[in-house]
Every structure is written in structure tokens, then in C-alpha cells.
């Protein structure tokens, strides 16, 4: 099983449309999370740490699972500026090792 | 404006030779890293610094080679022993640990010729 799993994509979605991506790790001890964006061929972002209590910037909202061992990503009323690659990011103490996952892409489409 | 610079933004290698990716950071921050990202991969540790003049390996580290003369410098050799050099490489920077938000300059894309 990989560290840190996302569904690639692409997901194709209307504008305005409300969307959701969903990130597994691997490792129970894991205690920091991010989503980070990434525009085609340029740098990643931080778009925002997830916090156990859960937590939104917007419209944007992520919420952790601790016992299920996910992280989720919501999306409402997206916009075409919002098309970009969302990386899972994931930080285990113990090991000292901060692991990425691959990327979901998210196309919006008027 | 704070920030982090990446030199050259495309970078040609020919076989055999040492080629040097220049990254600056003006954040005052202690720790820098870097990341190789290939198609289809997630974004891999290379070398991390915490703090001058100490740098650890990370998980690719065969083929590089880091320095940590300075606090706002952290230059990425990228060493004739590295086979498969073609990626994009990101250098980033945090406030601490590999925990915490990472900042990421604007990535040089190294080809081989």
C-alpha cells in the first residue's frame, strides 16, 4: 500500500459544481496534513493545513479522519481558476518524513 | 517582496558533466529542501538542511550533492553519477521542520541532451 494515495483524475466538473477529493495515508502515526495546490508547470502552493476539528478557508473546507486514515478536500462553487493539480501532503514524526502523494487534477468547465 | 529564487529556470546537461541549480531564500527561514517531481510521482526528498552547514540525505539523495554555507543559500550539484537527471527540481523553505508549511521556489526543469 502506498504512503499517501489520491485519485488522480481528472475530474470534470461545471462551474459552480461542488467537488470533493479524498487522500488515504498509509501510516496511523501521521499527525500533520496539508492540501498544497499546483498549477501545470509551476511550483506548489500551500492552500491549507487540516486540522483534526476540521477547518475552512471559503470555499474551501478539509476535514481529517484519524480513524479511517483520510483526509478530504471540499470545493464549493468552483470557479475555472480553481482547475490545478491538489496535492495531499502528509507528515509522520516518528520517521521525520514528509511524504506527497501524486496529485488529483481538477478540470472546471464553464 | 520575501521569497524564494530558483536559477536557471531550464537547465541542459550533456552526459558526464556536473551541472549547479542555484536556490535563495529571503524569508529568514532555517530549513530548506530539496524535491525531485517526475510525471506521475509525488514530489521526492533529495537533501534537507536545518540549519548551516549540516544537511541530511533524503530519499533519493544517490547522484547529488548539497552545501549549506549560508543561511539564505542551499545550491543542488546535480553530479555526472545521477543516470536519469530529466525532472523538475523544486527547492522550498520552512520556518522549522519538515513539518511545518514548506515554501517552494519556482523550479528549474533540467534536461539532459
Known amino acids: 500500500r502506498k504512503e499517501v494515495e489520491q485519485d488522480p483524475g481528472p475530474f470534470n466538473v461545471p462551474e459552480g459544481a461542488t467537488v470533493a477529493f479524498n487522500c488515504t495515508y498509509s501510516n496511523s502515526a501521521s499527525q500533520s496534513f496539508f492540501w498544497y495546490r499546483q498549477d501545470c508547470r509551476k511550483e506548489p502552493k500551500l492552500l491549507m493545513s487540516v486540522y483534526s476539528s476540521g477547518n475552512e478557508d471559503g470555499r474551501f473546507t478539509a476535514q481529517l479522519n484519524r480513524a479511517s486514515q483520510y483526509i478530504s478536500l471540499l470545493i464549493r462553487d468552483s470557479k475555472l481558476s480553481d482547475s490545478a493539480t491538489y496535492l495531499c501532503?502528509?507528515?509522520?514524526?516518528?520517521?521525520?518524513?514528509?511524504?506527497f502523494g501524486t496529485g488529483t487534477q481538477l478540470k472546471v468547465e464553464l | 517582496d520575501g521569497g524564494i529564487t530558483q536559477s536557471p529556470k531550464y537547465l541542459f546537461r550533456k552526459e558526464g558533466q556536473n551541472v549547479t541549480l542555484s536556490c535563495e531564500q529571503n524569508?529568514?527561514?532555517?530549513?530548506m529542501y530539496w524535491y525531485r517531481q517526475d510525471p506521475g510521482q509525488g514530489l521526492r526528498l533529495i537533501y534537507y538542511?536545518?540549519?548551516?552547514?549540516?544537511?541530511q540525505k533524503g530519499d533519493i539523495a544517490e547522484g547529488y550533492s548539497v552545501s549549506r554555507e549560508k543561511k539564505e543559500s542551499f545550491p543542488l550539484t546535480v553530479t555526472s553519477a545521477q543516470k536519469n537527471p530529466t525532472a523538475f527540481y523544486l527547492c522550498?523553505?520552512?520556518?522549522?521542520?519538515?513539518?511545518?508549511?514548506?515554501?517552494f521556489g519556482p523550479g528549474t526543469r533540467l534536461l539532459v541532451l
Open positions: 501532503v502528509v507528515f509522520t514524526g516518528g520517521g521525520n518524513k514528509l511524504t
Open positions: 522550498a523553505s520552512s520556518g522549522g521542520g519538515l513539518g511545518e508549511t514548506q515554501y
Open positions: 538542511s536545518q540549519i548551516v552547514n549540516d544537511f
Open positions: 524569508l529568514n527561514h532555517d530549513a
